[in-house]
């Protein structure tokens, strides 16, 4: 008990050491929010602690322009507001494990091997606004990440649905189950998304529209993925679509974005 009552209190006087050094301005950081609207919701409270985890997250990570593109400050702060966004009420400790983040300046192009009928490799070309790799980077095309992109349509966010993934792999695969909190049922959350998840595919194979990204239909990762996007960018949609899985994922994230959009009750 003693020694884990130091450790907390020696990593809170380092934290405090090292945001002496490193805050991000407070002009530099309110000219960021200003431009992203899913920040724009955010309390005094919230804001605060958020540019805290940011400024601790731009310590812990670098940042490499691909394709000739310079990454700048604002660039920089923009992408880790909204990673920071999603462990707002967990610890950036969820970050660790992996340091990279290459930024593209458009979609790139990848190589998938995929297997015919007969069983023959094929390499096919994927044009991708975004990627994350287990332990190793996250991959974004700044034409998707960039503010007022919503390459999906509404409620769509390239950062917030790379930065999942993250998350996603801390039980060591993406297959749409990140560790729960001791306060979750494993049992309820399989059941909740994968019922969801049937059912939306099931929706997209009759014909039918979804108001959440059909790319969600790909995988149970992806729609882990996609529905955390949407969770935090147009929560009014998730939660009148799928009500059990806004309610797993506020209790996951520990946050209710619905509370910061009163016009939509």
Not at 91 to 116: A, C, K, Q
Request: with cysteine; hydrophobic share 40%.
């Amino acid at each position: 008990m003693l020694i884990s009552k130091f450790l907390t209190s020696f990593k809170r006087s380092h934290t405090a050491r090292q945001l002496r050094k490193t805050r991000i301005p407070e002009l530099r950081w309110q000219n960021a929010v200003s431009q992203v609207s899913v920040l724009q919701h955010l309390n005094q409270a919230e804001q605060l602690k958020l540019r805290e985890l940011t400024s601790l997250f731009l310590q812990k990570k670098s940042f490499s322009g691909a394709g000739d593109l310079e990454i700048d400050d604002s660039m920089r702060i923009l992408i880790a507001a909204q990673a920071c966004l999603l462990v707002l009420n967990l610890d950036l400790d969820y970050f660790d494990g992996w340091y990279e983040i290459i930024v593209y300046p458009d979609t790139f192009v990848v190589r998938r091997e995929t297997f015919d009928t007969a069983g023959l490799v094929h390499e096919t070309p994927q044009a991708l606004g975004g990627e994350s790799w287990s332990r190793g980077p996250v991959i974004l095309s700044w034409a998707d990440a960039r503010p007022g992109a919503h390459p999906h349509g509404e409620g769509s966010n390239v950062i917030l649905h790379e930065f999942a993934h993250k998350l996603d792999m801390l039980n060591g695969v993406a297959n749409g189950m990140p560790p729960l909190h001791k306060d979750m049922h494993r049992e309820i959350w399989t059941h909740v998304f994968q019922k969801a998840y049937d059912g939306l595919c099931r929706m997209l194979e009759s014909g039918h529209h979804s108001i959440i990204d059909p790319y969600a239909a790909e995988n149970p990762a992806e729609f882990f993925a996609v529905t955390t996007e949407t969770f935090f960018e147009s929560p009014h949609r998730l939660q009148h679509a799928y009500p059990e899985v806004y309610a797993q994922l506020h209790l996951f994230y520990r946050q209710d974005p619905l509370q910061r959009h009163p016009s939509y009750f």
